[in-house]
């Protein structure tokens, strides 16, 4: 039953998730909630509990092993008679294709395959396969040929058409441009967006690739099973000193000294190394502070090679908030160590 506050363009509810096996608490205490036509990406190192997260919303995870309120297109998991409905109301494209292509078939024959597992009429099924595969430009001489003789990207895209043949209200794709060449990575997003516009699918993208962002309404960053944020990129990055502005220097014969000595600049907020002679430096009411900066770096001898100002993406703003995080569990780790030792 859904809450007065949930309306129907609701696609997902997640509140107060715990996911515990044994002793090992995996997920804490995480909530967000996922409106219909939204990209959402879940961004982790390994271990940050995306996966977990995935398996609690496609009924893979028993019941007993995790609490907390969870629906899925307005049912809930913890039911196992909504577990069937649930399922053909979502669809799912694994990291690697051959686990939902059969290669020596032809992608036609894959579609009927797949959709006789749904009871869909195989006339409607052509129909739908064909428009998935002209909305992701799968070639039409490779329609009738085996999907072995296809290139890697055309199989990523008709692994994709796989997961959306019945027409799901949700769709979640483990790591969508992993095993793509580096230069059709874009491509792929660039795919999954026209999806998303034409056919309104709501769509979860589990991935390492923080350039997924790109075309995402909301991204959720975990670190070890907690949910750090849950924004809009924009918005992430709006939240970094001076909305994001930053100083991208590159200074001769960069070393940690020289990178200690412009930390002393009262106004800044972080310096990072992204080079080997580079840095960006963050920093509090950046136009003003951006010229005293540069006064402050030639009055210390800092030879500047470069300078050039420019907005942080959402790669920076990952990096800096997981260093934040682990800043934070080092001085807890080291709180908690002095206290053990003062212990009588």
Known sequence: MKSPDISNNTMVVVENLNVIFGDNHIVHDVSFRVEEGEIIGMFGISGAGKTT???????????????????????????????????????????????????????????????????????????????????????????????????????????????????????????????VDAS?????????????????????????????????????????????????????????????????ISIENLSQDIIKTIQKYPSIEKVIRVGNETIEVFMECFEDNLPKLMKFLFENNIEIKSMSRDIANFRRYFQIRIQEEEEKENEKNRYDSINECDRP
């Open 53 to 179: 997260i995935i398996r609690v919303l496609t009924c893979q995870i028993e019941k007993k092993n995790w609490n907390g309120n969870v629906l899925v297109t307005s049912l809930s998991p913890s039911k196992r008679g909504n577990h069937s409905k649930i399922l053909s109301n979502i669809g799912y494209v694994p990291q690697l294709e051959l686990l939902n292509l059969y290669f020596e078939l032809d992608p036609i024959t894959n579609v009927k395959v797949f959709t006789s597992t749904y009871g869909m009429d195989k006339k409607e099924a052509k129909i739908t396969a064909e428009k998935l595969f002209n909305i992701l430009d799968i070639p039409k001489d490779t329609w009738k040929k085996r999907v072995k003789r296809m290139s890697g990207g055309e199989k990523k895209r008709l692994s994709m058409a796989i997961g959306l043949i019945h027409h799901p209200k949700v769709l979640f794709l483990d790591e969508p441009t992993t095993g």
């Open 184 to 248: 059709k990575r874009y491509d792929i997003l660039s795919y999954l967006k026209k999806l998303n516009q034409q056919l309104n699918t709501t769509m979860f993208i589990i991935t390492h690739d923080l350039e997924a962002a790109l075309i995402c309404d909301k991204t959720a960053i975990l670190m070890e099973g907690k949910l750090l944020e849950f924004d809009t990129p924009q918005n992430l990055i709006n939240s970094l000193p001076s909305k994001g502005l930053v100083a991208r």
